[in-house]
């Protein structure tokens, strides 16, 4: 092999506890990555993936330090540059896309000003043709109308189209090797799939090399050669992308891919049981012995070594050749069902959203305006103690109706009651205490909802401070439940939000929000962060509080699969117009309408032989047009001159499965087979 760009050799890293004992992070850690070439590093959080891509660049979070061994890239100590040497490095020759975009974008500058910084500092684009890369950028990753985009803010974008700037200002500088801390989280299906393509595609082009952190063991399969599973701060397993996602020869990953939901199966998948040992807290032997099956005593008093294996794999484990006792199939239990009750736990009724705004001399002149609307007409009723899954693509209106509903944005019309069937007020702070604990939101990014400066026992105790009067030894043993729920100890409860990883601070914000005991919980994005293993175990906990307390939920995801996992019913949503809603079963075994199939196809699965079916002439819309058929522009099926000019009638299936479409059901379900059987052929 020649000289790898970056080549980290024995790095072990670590922080000094309350005791003033040494506390390893990574251990011994070797990682050589050549030009070209793609490698994956999958893990659970807390598993030192996002510690070690840092380590690379030659960073290290606050309060973490260099124990031994050493990180080159190029050739370079990264260890030993100066502060000005590390900032020519950084973003240009070496990029970095992290995992919580809003974080990497500077509030108070346009998107536009932030892209030509980065071509600036990084490129050789002549400064003349700055705003023309700027745009091509913004369009090579999806963004609609990226002339417009060039001039908003970052908070007037969605967190999908925000992960896409950072991808954007990423590749700015033509890097030689791209670092991805968890760089699709935020983006849906298509947008996830041919955002992937284009890294890939770069990455041949160009002969850049990727290190890509991620929890979607699909993504890493469209886009590694290679695959580094981490434990507790080891590598546990490397390989090819084939040897490791499809015939793993280790327990944990093969646990790992258990835990994975699956759009054919409707049942909940199955986390590995226990929880990942603290820093300094494996041991002497295996790491993985307390959760592992195959267990014997010789794990317990001896670690094993990272042997390399016939197959050109390299494991750490004593008894690799058992690993397939254990199952690749894991499934759990069904989604839970709540008997029906008498009114319903949420209606919404011609629902309308803007975020435009009348300007200054408008509401001086009291002049009426045309709003366009990001969201209208959206009819949905929620039953108690069912789940509906809203999906569609970023700026579909998703997030906009949990915020509306949640009291946080106005609606510009219609009506959204509760249980009880009074409306409840447009605004959050006009709400009682009793529905202000029934509603509870859990945002995509937890740093949105976590104050940074309170401990995890001071973030818990206001709910249950506010609605249950708890206090002294109850509130403590209460939080520490809480948190033991959401598969986090209560040795977390001191922590500071900054002191957790992406994954735990998602689930500290989980256990926030069912700390009021609410009746409807809005969900958004509350898995997008999460490892696989808890991400299964989080979707167990909301099917037992679901069976046990009659929880309803809405619950927006990008992941179809999760959302195929916990929904009885599936809403899809394109620019804030309903297009299809039926029971889960029935839209994911035969989606009706157009833009549900295109959404299905786009599924990435754990899998290196399968692709998704992407369409090549996708139009990338800020809004939808102002007559016809909202997908009208990008639609498979369109008849012709009455999509353009006509709004599609509701079409009704069978049990509640119907669509907004010119096309019948019926018509729609043939013209799929007809491409399905040319597919084959």
């Not at 592992?292 to 390299?314: I, N």
Request: charged share 20%.
């Amino acid at each position: 092999m020649s000289t790898p760009l970056i080549d980290i050799r024995n790095i072990s890293v670590g922080f000094t506890g309350k005791s003033g004992e040494t506390l390893p992070v990574l251990r011994n850690i070797d990682l050589r990555v050549g030009e070209g070439e793609s490698i994956g590093i999958v893990g659970e959080s807390g598993s030192g993936k996002s510690t070690l891509a840092l380590a690379a660049m030659g960073y290290l979070k606050r309060g973490l330090r260099l124990l031994n061994g050493a990180v080159a890239f190029q050739g370079q100590d990264m260890f030993a540059q100066s502060r000005r040497e590390l900032e020519h490095i950084r973003g240009g020759e070496l990029a970095l896309i992290p995992q919580n975009s809003g974080q990497s974008l500077t509030p108070t500058l346009r998107i536009g000003a932030q892209l030509i910084e980065a071509l600036r500092l990084h490129s050789d684009v002549p400064d003349a043709k700055h705003t023309a890369k700027a745009v091509e950028l913004l369009g090579q990753v999806r963004l609609p109308d990226p002339d417009a985009i060039m001039t908003r803010f970052p908070h007037e974008l969605s967190g999908g189209q925000q992960q896409r700037v950072a991808i954007a200002m990423a590749l700015a500088g033509e890097p030689h090797a791209l670092l991805l801390d968890e760089p699709t989280t935020g983006l849906d299906v298509t947008t996830q799939a041919h955002i992937l393509e284009l890294l890939r595609d770069i990455a041949r082009a160009r002969g850049m090399a990727m290190v890509y952190v991620s929890h979607d063991l699909g993504a890493i399969a469209r886009v590694c050669d290679h695959v580094v599973v981490m434990y507790a701060g080891e590598v546990v397993l490397q390989g090819t992308t084939r040897q490791v996602l499809t015939a793993p020869v280790h327990p944990y990953a093969r646990g790992l891919l258990a835990s994975i939901p699956k759009l054919s199966d409707p049942r909940l998948p199955v986390a590995l049981d226990g929880t990942p040992p603290a820093p300094g807290g494996a041991g002497a032997g295996c790491a993985f012995v307390d959760r592992c099956a195959l267990a014997q005593d010789r794990c317990r008093s001896a670690r094993p070594e990272l042997t390399p294996q016939p197959g050109g794999e390299a494991v750490r484990c004593f008894f690799p050749e058992q690993a397939d006792q254990i199952s690749l199939a894991g499934t759990g239990a069904e989604p839970a069902k709540v008997a029906a009750a008498d009114e319903p736990a949420l209606r919404l009724e011609d629902l309308s959203i803007s975020y435009s705004q009348p300007g200054v001399f408008d509401k001086i002149l009291r002049r009426e305006t045309a709003r366009v609307m990001t969201v209208d007409g959206i009819e949905i009723t929620v039953e108690k103690g069912e789940t509906l899954g809203l999906v569609g693509e970023s700026g579909s209106g998703k997030s906009t109706i949990l915020k509306a509903v949640a009291g946080l944005l106005p609606p510009a019309g219609g009506q959204i009651s509760v249980s009880g069937g009074a409306p409840l007020a447009r605004e959050v702070e006009y709400r009682s205490a009793d529905h202000l604990r029934k509603v509870q939101l859990i945002f995509q990014n937890p740093d949105d909802s976590l104050n940074p400066r309170h401990t995890i026992a001071e973030i818990l105790e206001q709910p249950l401070k506010l609605y249950f009067g708890l206090g002294g030894d109850a509130l403590y043993q209460r939080s520490a439940e809480i948190l033991e729920r959401v598969r986090l100890g209560a040795h977390y409860l001191d922590r500071l939000p900054s002191q957790l990883s992406g994954g735990e601070k998602q689930r500290v914000a989980i256990a926030r929000a069912f700390a009021a005991e609410p009746e409807l919980v809005l969900c958004d994005e509350v898995t997008s962060a999460l490892d696989v293993s808890v991400q299964a175990a989080v979707l167990d906990l909301l099917n037992d509080l679901k069976a046990t307390q009659g929880t309803t939920y809405v619950f927006v995801s990008h992941d179809l699969a999760v959302v195929r996992a916990l929904s009885d019913r599936v809403a899809v949503l394109y620019q804030g117009r309903l297009c299809e809603i039926g029971p889960s079963a029935s839209v994911y075994a035969t989606p009706s309408h157009p833009y549900t199939e295109v959404l299905l196809d786009a599924v990435l699965e754990p899998d290196p032989d399968t692709a998704p079916t992407l369409s090549a002439d996708d139009v990338v819309e800020m809004s939808p047009p102002a007559r016809g058929c909202p997908f009208q522009r990008r639609c498979p099926r369109k008849i012709g001159a009455i999509c353009d000019t006509d709004t599609p009638p509701w079409q009704q299936g069978k049990d509640g499965h119907a669509i907004r479409c010119h096309h019948a059901v019926a018509e729609l379900s043939r013209l799929q087979g007809v491409q399905t059987k040319e597919q084959v052929s």
